[in-house]
RNA sequence: GGCACCGUGGCCGAAUGGUUAGGCAAAGGUCUGCAAAACCUUUUAUAGCGGUUCGAUUCCGCUCAGUGCCUCCA
């Protein structure tokens, strides 16, 4: 009724196109997770945040939605620039002393624990690297057979040389194959050239992170994983594919050729990359190589900041642009959602027999029309957030008294629905369900109206003060 | 060096070939016992130079500044 045509910024072709799904009424889409060595930092969570509006429109829109994000617990090869290339994973747990699926465990528990906390709707299906080891060894096995993949001192290599012979590198990335090189970066002598990339790496260690196959002892690379888990779940094509800008070149580019190989068919796999842009702190992008990471858990629990503000921070900048933090932009997105939420709460407590039933120049339906329109633009939620913004003020000057009950409900419904249900903001007064709290907060309201009566506002002040202090906000009305 | 992106007020941020949304912050006012909240009012911006155009912040080129990726990263 309301929704004009779903437009998706295409990143393979940098153009905005309609979004039309393989198969109507059902949509595919893969979104790469995280690699379980460490908490999460608040640039991991922006691409996650904004794929969960993503899934929950699609599935709003009427869709049918398969959304699989994996869990990379193995193959994260780590550049040392040393000859030998090491797991992150089983880096870290040297530094933890622990067991590498202990790590995974630890981090997989800590990663959903956040997500929850920003009310993340959980992927469809959730597959683990180390789930899949089985598949990745029969697509590196066809690989061979297809001579696009070698082996070598008991790893396997992607060929790109032998790739290019068939079909086109560098459709996602725009990069050419002999650009590539990079003085700067080390490469294993293993690979025949430097452009080649791993996929299947043979282990020296002796731990619990390694698998027979037909190639001896060993684990897979990174980039095989997707390719794998994607197709398998969403088929040899699927609609949309997102993840961090970061991710584009080389593992998105990887997975591309990879699929295209095993597949032979070079319109296989993705029909929509969707690719999330970075977030910097101080102009520089958080990354964990970098070490400038905050984590969720500094600002959740050491900072007292709700994962409400952080989602509402994150959600005001567009997803193809650089988003920066600063504690500063986290205030500002703290005032900013505190007053679309307590519109919301009055619009809720508001009673539908102080209406008046004239007709007012707010136009119900153009703000809904409007609203769909700036999600329906490559998700343009920043545009949606002005329109919540330009209903508060609705709201907040009573305007809503001169609405029709038929356009007050309407309102009333999608306001809820657009930052409920489609941003996925929570409703936190409502978690508040201690009851003998808010019955203590009331008597002591009454307590405080008996001084005010009395004028005493030496005991009615401090009472407000100490209220206050523990961010009970009072709002007095006229006396007499 | 290669590929890509970006530059909008004090801060954050949309939009647009033709009066530049909005939020936060600031100032003044209304309201209030005083505050707070809310409401009303106000100030400040399209990096620079050139081109196309009746008209450019928008399109094109150059310069400057910044960012990302180049086989570690969401």
Redo the contacts with the bound molecule.
Sequence with gaps: MYHNDLIIYNSIN?KKEIFHPIHKKYVGIY?????VY?H??L??C???VFFDVVYRYLKHLGYQVRYVRNI?DVG????DRQSY?DD?IIKRSRIEGLEPMEIVQKYTISFHNFLRKLNLLPPNIEPTATGHIIEQIDIIQQLICKKIAYISNGSIYFS?KNYTKLYTYGIL?????Q????K??H?SNEKYS?????LWKRSIHNHIMNWNSPWGIGFPG??IECSTMSTKYLGKIFDIHG?????????H??EIAQSVAFYNDENCFARYWMH?????FN????????GNTITLKDLVEKKNISPNVIKFFIL???Y?????F?E??L???K??L??II?SIQKLQSFDEKNMLENNNNFNVFIWIKKCYY?IN?DF?I??L??YL??A??VI???SIENMNKYYFNFFKSYIIYFVFHILGIQNETKNNSDKKLQILIEKIQHIRQYF?MQ?N?II??KI?EELGSIGI????????
């Design positions: 940098k979104v790469c997770g995280p690699t460490n999460i930092h640039g991991n922006r691409t996650f990379t994260h090869l780590e550049n290339q992150k790109l990335s725009k990069n050419k194959i650009n590539l090189f990079n700067k970066t490469f430097y452009q080649d990339f791993c990174w980039h993840g961090g800008l970061d991710l584009k070149f080389p593992h580019e990887c999330t842009n970075m977030l910097t102009g520089q992008k958080m990354s964990k190589s970098v005001q900048t567009h193809r642009n650089v988003l920066n600063s500063k932009n205030l500002n997105a005032n900013g505190n007053r307590e700036a633009d343009n920043p545009l957030i002005y913004f330009q508060t003020r907040d000057s009573l005010r004028k506002w009615s002040d407000r906000l009072l709002k007095d009305k006229k006396l007499f």
